[in-house]
């Protein structure tokens, strides 16, 4: 007789889920010490927890969009799959901020009734965390120090380990710079569309500083003042134009993305509306966003901590919300997705693309048969 085939055998709801597991998972220090339960350390637990699940959740979608960006060309029918993951990461970050409100309904006074047990414990000993930040890409310079230590000293060597590898190579980042460095149509041929570039923004400024000077109601010292804020972005179009200007504003850190990749962006949101760009453009959009609402979680964190502990030493013995302001300040990631808009012109002046590369961005069944 042979044995029954029990791949397709029954589960039960709470063994598929783990839920044994789960729900036993929560340990009360207050309990556990034999002191005066506090009521409010089990929701402390849960939402910190919930915190760990939804990281393992983005972890998992940041590998699989790392895994399609690596080969040397990018199907084309994995950008959506890969555009429909980074949405579904803005969408538990925006949850995540959300389980801030949920911590918030604890006030200060029930957080110092199990407090002095957490020490040291600390959110800054999260290591998917950590992960998260260097697989979207967060550059070891940029990283401020924790009480002078290396952010990945609280691990295990094998962690750390795991950490360089993600942060050397195998990251969100390093994979949409190299993917931006081979776009096709960075190969203009004859079309110079830099020279038309060049001149459209010569004719923007020249306009905004004749509007400036022509103004009736701004004194001389606000018009001087605007000027100069106007001359204080010429750095940006200089180092579009011209790859040296480029390479010494990034060892400055005006830029991350090397220039070929800064001109790739800048092509795709001008041209954002041609067909085979659309999809591009939506990504570059998400990654911008992931990096908003990660500043904006770390924001909000920073700012339940004050509420709650005020100027108190952190748990881990960081500064505590002094510490958590600076990182929501400085651990930025594709902050050139959002300068890019320094770049931008007016639709109206945008130069118009020959035809053969308007069939090269375009479904080419919509295009009529003209040479």
């Given amino acids: 007789m042979s044995?029954?085939?029990?791949?397709?055998?029954?589960v039960h709801y709470r063994n598929y889920l783990g839920l044994d597991q789960i729900l036993g998972a929560q340990h009360p220090r207050s309990e556990q010490l034999g002191e005066t339960p506090a009521h409010d350390e089990m929701l402390f637990i849960i939402v910190h927890q919930s915190y760990e699940l939804w990281f393992k959740q983005i972890l998992h979608e940041l590998e699989s969009v790392v895994d399609m960006f690596q080969t040397n060309t990018v199907d084309e029918r994995n950008m959506g799959t890969a555009l429909a993951r980074l949405d579904r990461i803005t969408e538990i970050f925006k949850l995540l901020i959300e389980h801030i409100r949920v911590l918030e309904t604890m006030t200060p006074l029930d957080f110092l009734d199990f407090r002095k047990y957490l020490f040291p414990a600390s959110g800054f000993q999260s290591f998917q965390f950590r992960k998260i930040e260097n697989m979207l890409g967060l550059p070891e310079q940029e990283r401020l120090t924790y009480n002078n230590y290396h952010y990945a000293a609280f691990f295990t060597p094998a962690q750390q380990a795991e950490l360089k590898v993600i942060t050397d190579g195998d990251n969100l980042f390093n994979a949409v710079e190299d993917w931006l460095e081979r776009t096709p149509f960075l190969?203009?041929?004859?079309?110079?569309?830099?020279?038309?570039?060049?001149?459209?923004?010569?004719?923007?400024?020249?306009?905004?500083?004749?509007?400036?000077?022509?103004?009736?109601?701004?004194?001389?010292?606000?018009?001087?003042?605007?000027?100069?804020?106007?001359?204080?972005?010429?750095?940006?179009?200089?180092?579009?134009?011209?790859?040296?200007?480029?390479?010494?504003?990034?060892?400055?850190?005006?830029?991350?993305?090397?220039?070929?990749?800064?001109?790739?962006?800048?092509?795709?949101?001008?041209?954002?509306?041609?067909?085979?760009?659309?999809?591009?453009?939506?990504?570059?959009?998400?990654?911008?966003?992931?990096?908003?609402?990660?500043?904006?979680?770390?924001?909000?964190?920073?700012?339940?901590?004050?509420?709650?502990?005020?100027?108190?030493?952190?748990?881990?013995?960081?500064?505590?919300?002094?510490?958590?302001?600076?990182?929501?300040?400085?651990?930025?990631?594709?902050?050139?997705?959002?300068?890019?808009?320094?770049?931008?012109?007016?639709?109206?002046?945008l130069p118009e693309l020959p035809l053969w590369l308007k069939k090269q961005l375009s479904f080419y069944y919509t295009q009529k048969n003209e040479d």
């Fill in 3 to 10: 044995e029954p085939n029990h791949k397709y055998s029954p």
């Fill in 187 to 349: 190969r203009f041929g004859n079309f110079q569309f830099l020279d038309y570039y060049k001149a459209s923004v010569e004719r923007m400024v020249a306009r905004e500083a004749e509007a400036i000077n022509a103004s009736d109601y701004l004194t001389g010292k606000e018009k001087e003042m605007r000027l100069q804020m106007m001359a204080n972005t010429d750095p940006y179009f200089r180092s579009i134009l011209d790859p040296q200007v480029h390479s010494e504003e990034k060892g400055r850190g005006t830029f991350r993305f090397s220039y070929d990749a800064m001109l790739a962006i800048l092509m795709i949101n001008l041209y954002n509306e041609e067909p085979l760009l659309q999809q591009p453009y939506r990504f570059l959009i998400s990654l911008a966003d992931i990096d908003e609402l990660l500043t904006t979680w770390r924001y909000r964190h920073a700012q339940m901590v004050t509420r709650m502990l005020g100027r108190k030493t952190g748990t881990g013995g960081s500064s505590g919300s002094t510490y958590l302001h600076a990182t929501a300040e400085k651990h930025h990631i594709f902050t050139d997705l959002h300068n890019i808009s320094t770049l931008l012109i007016p639709r109206s002046e």
